[in-house]
Nanobody, 122 residues
Framework: HVQLVESGGGSVQAGGSLRLSCAGSLVTTSCMGWFRQAPGKEREGVVTIYPYGGATPYADFAKGRFTISRDNARNTVYLHTNSLKPEDTAIYYC??????????????????WGQGTQVTVS
């Protein structure tokens, strides 16, 4: 059973930082994406990264504050979130797609999803 396991969420004050992690065997061979869904809102794409590095454009809300990276030796992709704002409160999901990333970031391009990790900013 293919899995993606996320970790690193939590509660922080505005201006704080969190590093979200997503581990799984698909990480090294897939376009990996981070998405988020806030209460009462639709899921939105944050950013994606190609199997061997290189990110697609970030969502406007993430530019300058969030950074995606990967460590293929650890089968892990990260989302570094800085200068967090209350409006960043959401469940953050990682997802694995095909070998190539596309833009805009669309959820239906990704077939395997993690369970989500809650980020709460107050």
């Amino acid at each position: 059973h293919v899995q993606l396991v996320e970790s690193g969420g939590g509660s922080v004050q505005a201006g704080g930082s969190l590093r979200l992690s997503c581990a799984g065997s698909l990480v090294t061979t897939s376009c990996m994406g981070w998405f988020r869904q806030a209460p009462g809102k639709e899921r939105e794409g944050v950013v994606t990264i190609y199997p061997y590095g290189g990110a697609t454009p970030y969502a406007d809300f993430a530019k300058g504050r969030f950074t995606i990276s990967r460590d293929n030796a650890r089968n892990t992709v990260y989302l570094h979130t800085n200068s967090l704002k209350p409006e960043d409160t959401a469940i953050y999901y990682c997802a694995a797609g095909g070998r190539y990333c596309s833009f805009p970031i669309l959820g239906h391009d990704f077939g395997t999803w993690g369970q989500g990790t809650q980020v709460t900013v107050s």
